[in-house]
C-alpha cells in the first residue's frame, strides 16, 4: 500500500471514462487527508498481517480482504498499516 485518505463526502453517480468498466464502478467521492508513500510502501507480508486485529494475528491470514472491498479498518490496525503511532490523549 502506497496510500491512505478520508473519504470526504457521500458518493455520488459519477461516470468517470479514465476508470477502465466505468459503468460497473459508477459512483465516486471526494478525498481529504491524501497521505502518499511511495518511498516507503507498505508490504502485508507474513509479519505484518500477524499484527492486524482484523486477520486475527495470524500469519497465514489472507491480506485480499483489505485490497479488494472497502471496510471500516480499526484504529490500531490503520497505525500499524501506515506506520504511524497516532496520538492518543493521555490520561
Keep these: 500500500m ?3 485518505a478520508e473519504i470526504g ?3 455520488e ?7 477502465p468498466n466505468a459503468n460497473k ?3 465516486a467521492f471526494p478525498l481529504t487527508r491524501v497521505r502518499t508513500y511511495v518511498d516507503t510502501p507498505v508490504v502485508l507480508n507474513h509479519h505484518l498481517r500477524s499484527r492486524l486485529e482484523a486477520l486475527g494475528h ?7 480482504w483489505f485490497v479488494h ?3 471500516d479498518v480499526s484504529k490500531s490496525d490503520f497505525e ?3 506506520h504511524t503511532v497516532l496520538e492518543t490523549p493521555k490520561q
Design 9 to 11: 463526502a457521500d458518493p
Design 80 to 82: 500499524v498499516l501506515i
Design 2 to 4: 502506497v496510500a491512505d
Design 58 to 64: 495470524k500469519e497465514d491470514a489472507s491480506w485480499a
Design 25 to 27: 464502478y459508477c459512483f
Design 13 to 19: 453517480q459519477n461516470l468517470d471514462t479514465r476508470i
Design 69 to 71: 472491498d472497502f471496510h
